[in-house]
């Protein structure tokens, strides 16, 4: 029993004198948000119960054994406990539990940052606001979400898990998100999680395609909303992020991504169906791998090893043949006439900020990159030195930069280019595996190897007439 002096008034008359009193103890269960690692945080409060003494390590409760007696200062309860968690102990309550009953269902959220810029420069379209829907049926939005933010939203990691500065600012800095709500009848319901995961990952990978942008240290973030609207968080992701090629590093995301977003998003989605099992099919795997080896050159700092990826992105798109590929991306990018294609800037309107001054010298085209593309790409590919002339500064919208950055821009621009135009076109089924990827390149351009070196030779023939550039 525990003991507390008391000084008491009997019957409100003087003298004051001493009584023994027992008192209840208050005993608040923490357990891990990782139940295959219960010595390890963060924690979540599960409930406060009432006993008659404090708690010892072994001990049973309705949640589990106690494992560990933390420090915890909390004004709640005179002991805080961690124990190891029997996940179906979560589905009732106790009768010694004190704690306000749970909700019927919970109000779920993921959200993952995305980089938009509040300031814009003057004369560019001003930033998104609001809430944008950018997938109705799954209740996805991008919208802003630092008013869920408050002061101590992360204060649990950043006391007990010791996080560097830089990522808690990055999650107290949080703004605009692509946002996934939904309900679940508990406050942890592992499938339901992962379903929100794959929606929001999904959007995160198709929005990189609209326009790449310079990420946070903070990745997807999931929780509850409370009662008030602020967020409660139970997980979170941190990642160490990798540059972006050079033009890229001042992209944000506009209200034009989020509509594009929002038109090809549903055509993206159907690049990944899953049979009765749950499991993925084996298809669209050429615009798949594309998107999987673009993604994943970005977390790469290695330019060689990144740029390998991005090599290999384009000819899952384009094919292995040089010249066809390179036939194919300028008849892709000049809608079949492969001279408009050549002379395709790998710059679209908005891409370079209009307090830059704009110089013809600084355009790069398709038809300039794309052959040193290949050039870079053959030396690596069989084990030569890449030549010094490639890492010369060459001219750039924001001054110089070295040939190989350049490069990156143009092959990330090709990549998210023609993944996007395929979403958009409705060209999915044709590339539903590598011979359909074939077929579309021969039926709807005409182009396979023998005619894709036939058609090089006439578009060079003509960019050296002049006045005959329509001919192809």
């Not at 679940?184 to 929100?196: C, I, N, V």
């Not at 997807?220 to 033009?247: C, M, N, W, Y």
């Not at 001042?250 to 990944?272: A, H, M």
């Not at 300028?330 to 002379?343: E, I, Q």
Request: glycine fraction near 6%; aromatic fraction near 10%; include cysteine.
């Amino acid at each position: 029993m525990s003991e507390k002096y008391k000084i008491v008034d009997r019957l409100g008359i003087a003298p004051l004198a001493l009584r023994w009193t027992t008192e209840l103890m208050r005993i608040k269960i923490w357990a891990s948000l990782e139940p295959q690692f219960p010595n390890r945080g963060p924690y979540k409060a599960l409930d406060i119960i009432e006993r008659d003494a404090l708690c010892g390590v072994g001990d049973a409760t309705h949640y589990g054994p106690v494992i560990l007696l933390p420090p915890f200062a909390d004004d709640d309860a005179d002991q805080s406990v961690i124990v190891q968690l029997n996940p179906a102990s979560l589905n009732t309550r106790p009768a010694e539990s004190v704690s306000e009953k749970p909700p019927s269902s919970y109000d779920k959220i993921g959200l993952f940052p995305i980089y938009v810029d509040r300031h814009p420069f003057p004369g560019d379209e001003p930033p998104p606001s609001g809430t944008c829907t950018i997938l109705e049926a799954e209740n996805l939005t991008v919208e802003d979400v630092s008013h869920m933010i408050a002061p101590d939203t992360f204060s649990l990691w950043q006391q007990d898990c010791m996080l560097p500065k830089d990522t808690i600012d990055a999650l107290q800095g949080v703004f605009f998100s692509i946002v996934h709500r939904y309900s679940a009848p508990t406050d942890r319901e592992p499938e339901l999680e992962k379903y929100s995961a794959e929606l929001i990952n999904s959007a995160v990978a198709c929005l990189s395609l609209v326009r790449p942008t310079r990420k946070s240290r903070a990745g997807r973030i999931v929780g509850s909303v409370k009662a008030d609207g602020t967020l409660d968080p139970q997980a979170f992701e941190a990642h160490e992020p990798a540059e972006v090629p050079e033009v890229q590093k001042l992209f944000t995301i506009r209200n034009r991504d989020i509509e594009t977003l929002r038109t090809v998003l549903p055509e993206f989605l159907r690049l990944y169906p899953k049979d009765a099992d749950g499991k993925l099919k084996d298809e669209y795997e050429p615009v798949r791998m594309a998107v999987q080896l673009y993604e994943q050159a970005y977390a790469i700092h290695y330019w060689k090893a990144r740029h390998i990826l991005w090599w290999a992105a384009i000819e899952s798109l384009y094919g292995n043949a040089e010249d066809a590929a390179m036939a194919r991306i300028f008849a892709f990018f000049g809608n079949k006439r492969l001279v408009d294609g050549y002379r395709c800037s790998i710059y679209e309107p908005g891409d370079v900020p209009s307090c830059y001054p704009h110089s013809s010298g600084s355009d790069h085209t398709l038809g300039e990159m794309v052959p040193l593309i290949y050039a870079v790409r053959n030396a690596s590919a069989h084990g030569q030195k890449v030549p010094d002339s490639h890492f010369s500064p060459v001219a750039h919208p924001f001054g110089t930069v070295i040939g190989v950055d350049a490069l990156a821009e143009a092959a990330t621009f090709i990549i998210r280019k023609s993944v996007t135009e395929i979403l958009r076109r409705g060209f999915r089924e044709r590339f539903k595996d590598r011979d359909a990827r074939e077929n579309f390149w021969l039926y709807e351009y005409g182009l396979n190897g023998k005619q894709s070196k036939k058609r090089l030779k006439e578009m060079h023939a003509s960019l050296t007439v002049t006045g005959q550039m329509d001919s192809i």
